[in-house]
């Protein structure tokens, strides 16, 4: 750790704007609709950046912000039933709401927990199934080399289906899953720093999606700690779990929307490791003739699976559970079956029944099937 950064600019509504590209003569409902393209849960971000700069707020916009501490506070509560009894970490989210300051609310959407393996997630799994009232779990394998992880999104009705997205904790023994099937290879294991392993997974979300205004503000609050690590540490870091060219580019576009100077000695440091990433990411596997693309290599393995769930994983291709009815707790058990039988896969969980497809169409055929072969297993097996 270093001496004491610079501080970062405030969050302010004219931030706001800057990041989302309001112009000044613009309303600041103008600026509410923006926010909502950006992210679902960003305007309550807004709301809070307005209330604190004293705009009245009306009945809407009091109870946006009443709901999101609503769910903020349930997501604790069942954060901390189930780290009293499970080894979980917690990442982005509530850990990164602690670093705002108590007037703004960082915005609530999902919760995102990591476990070490596969029985403490379906441990997990069953204390929360146990505590609300779950309407979808959705489930996705993948294997690396001779590991397979594990992630499952619970998720349950909002309460206003109308306003909110559902509530959705998100299960994983995997912490940075990257892009299935691309050049950048999954990473096991998050830094013991909660600052780093939060800035760290805020950089991963670019193998899912293009950053927006809440990543930059959540990366000033990160910035606002008295001491976060050197550049060159931060480097090192971000170049050992294979994100240099991600949190270069997080960092450089918190930079120029922000105008947050202090980050200026960090996007030095992480453009040598950023463009030696690029360079192994770009590396041809030796096709003469080939340029060799990350998304041409994702295809390729694409086309050369096997329709089997075992070929796809092997392909290093996610593999996806279609639900065999609602989720629910089965008390006890902390282990999954799988049964490969009449052309069809099975996989038994602590919550509930799945037909592990390899595709985004099921055929009736295997979807009846696989409600044959549960029925001869026993609901209960």
């Not at 009232?133 to 289906?161: I, N, Q, Y």
């Not at 976060?228 to 580019?249: I, K, Y």
């Not at 030696?276 to 694409?302: F, I, K, V």
Request: glycine share 6%; proline share 8%; with cysteine.
């Amino acid at each position: 750790m270093t001496a004491a950064a610079p501080p970062v600019r405030p969050v302010t509504l004219d931030l706001l704007r800057r990041l989302l590209g309001v112009e000044d003569h613009e309303s600041v409902r103008t600026l509410m609709r923006r926010a909502e393209q950006a992210s679902s849960a960003l305007p309550q971000l807004v709301v809070s950046a307005a209330a604190a700069e004293g705009l009245p707020l009306g009945s809407g916009s009091r109870d946006l912000m009443r709901r999101a501490r609503d769910r903020a506070a349930r997501y604790a509560e069942l954060y901390e039933r189930i780290a009293a009894e499970l080894p979980v970490r917690l990442v982005k989210g509530p850990s990164l709401a602690g670093r705002y300051p108590a007037h703004l609310m960082r915005p609530v959407g999902d919760l995102d927990l990591v476990v070490s393996g596969e029985e403490q997630l379906w441990r997990a799994a069953v204390l929360i199934a146990g505590q609300v009232p779950l309407d979808r779990a959705d489930l996705t394998l993948s294997r690396h080399g001779e590991r397979t992880d594990v992630t499952l999104g619970l998720h349950w009705a909002s309460e206003d289906e109308l306003l909110d997205r559902p509530h959705n904790i998100e299960l994983s023994t995997l912490p940075f899953p990257r892009t299935p099937g691309g050049p950048v290879p999954p990473h096991t294991t998050l830094p013991d720093d909660p600052w780093l392993a939060d800035l760290l997974t805020l950089a991963e979300e670019r193998f899912q999606r293009a950053f927006h205004a809440k990543d930059a503000v959540d990366v000033l609050m990160l910035f606002a700690d008295p001491a976060p690590p050197t550049p060159a540490g931060l480097a090192l870091a971000a170049a050992g779990h294979r994100l240099a060219p991600e949190l270069l580019e997080l960092l450089a576009y918190t930079r120029e929307g922000a105008g947050a100077d202090l980050l200026d000695a960090y996007t030095r440091a992480l453009r040598e490791p950023a463009a030696a990433e690029l360079a192994d990411r770009s590396r041809p596997t030796g096709r003469p003739g080939t340029e060799d693309r990350a998304e041409d290599r994702a295809e390729d393995r694409a086309e050369s699976a096997a329709a089997t769930v075992e070929a796809r994983l092997a392909a290093q291709l996610p593999v996806y559970g279609m639900p065999l009815g609602r989720p629910a707790a089965r008390p006890g058990s902390t282990r999954t079956h799988r049964y490969d039988t009449d052309g069809v896969s099975l996989l038994r969980t602590p919550i509930g029944d799945y037909l592990l497809v390899c595709g985004e169409i099921v055929s009736q055929d295997a979807y009846d099937t696989a409600l044959r072969v549960l029925d001869r297993l026993g609901k209960d097996t």
